[in-house]
């Protein structure tokens, strides 16, 4: 779509030049930005010609570049005896894009857009990812992405912050994983994307995205049987109705395909 009240682009090549002028707008792969009217934005500044590595391997984990596009962190080849490698595709092919947009739409951008049903915060929330913000002050601060998000398309960023990386740390990568997603059409957008982790330390990790407003996940210091999981899920927080499902359908999949999930995992 054409941003007729745009007038300017620029392309930051520092971190001062990330300053937003009043009408401007942060611009990463555009894809939801350039798919309905824009009214009030005035300006874009792009980040992708910051020259950001979009992957890192640091301290034991992967850190992601805020504009890494979803199609590279898909196609990544497993590394290091990951046993959750197989999220990164699981979680990208829960969105509701095209191979196209794979190429163009950034973990950054899925992530600040903040939609419920976004493939990156389920992955983050699943794998305890961990977002650096830089503030426009010149300020940093972490913050994990489950954390970051606190509704459907809302998240706790202040006007002008940039989402600079995202962590997953090593524990989470080693751990072994499970996953379900569900949706009413075939190709319609997820009604419950659910994930679940054994780390190596026995501790467990279960979380709900699509299913509720923001993520929810739910750790446990072993796994837990399944009235446990069951009880703890219909009880979570921000089940919601929407035309793609409604809010008691949402919670009954969570707590079937949860347990699902528990299962292979105990297995």
């Known amino acids: 779509m054409d941003l007729n009240t745009v007038t300017s682009l620029r392309r930051a090549t520092s971190r001062p030049e990330l300053t937003l002028q009043p009408g401007e707008r942060i611009l990463g792969g555009g894809t939801w930005l350039f798919s309905e009217?824009?009214?009030?934005?005035?300006?874009?500044?792009?980040?992708?010609s910051m020259g950001w590595p979009t992957i890192e391997y640091v301290d034991d984990g992967l850190r992601i570049g805020a504009t890494c596009t979803i199609a590279e962190l898909a196609e990544l080849p497993e590394h290091n005896g990951w046993l959750a490698h197989p999220l990164f595709f699981q979680c990208a092919s829960a969105l509701l894009a095209s191979f196209k947009i794979w190429n163009i739409a950034t973990v950054g951008g899925n992530v600040c857009q903040s939609f419920a049903a976004a493939g990156m915060v389920s992955l983050c929330a699943a794998l305890d990812g961990t977002a650096l913000i830089w503030r426009p002050d010149g300020d940093d601060y972490e913050i994990p992405v489950e954390k970051l998000i606190t509704g459907n398309g809302q998240n706790s960023l202040a006007h002008g912050d940039?989402?600079?990386?995202?962590?997953?740390?090593?524990?989470?990568?080693?751990?072994?994983?499970?996953?379900?997603?569900?949706?009413?059409?075939?190709?319609g957008r997820s009604?419950?994307?659910?994930?679940?982790?054994?780390d190596h330390d026995g501790s467990a990790v279960f979380s709900m995205t699509a299913a509720t407003l923001w993520p929810t996940v739910l750790r446990y210091p072993a796994l837990p049987d399944a009235p446990t999981l069951a009880v703890d899920v219909s009880a979570a927080d921000g089940y919601y109705t929407d035309p793609l499902g409604v809010a008691d359908w949402r919670r009954q999949v969570s707590i079937v395909l949860l347990e699902e999930i528990r299962a292979d995992l105990a297995g």
């Open 37 to 48: 009217p824009q009214v009030g934005t005035t300006g874009l500044v792009d980040l992708t």
């Open 162 to 187: 940039v989402l600079r990386w995202i962590d997953l740390p090593g524990h989470a990568l080693r751990a072994r994983t499970g996953y379900r997603k569900i949706a009413l059409h075939d190709l």
């Open 191 to 198: 009604g419950a994307v659910l994930t679940g982790r054994v």
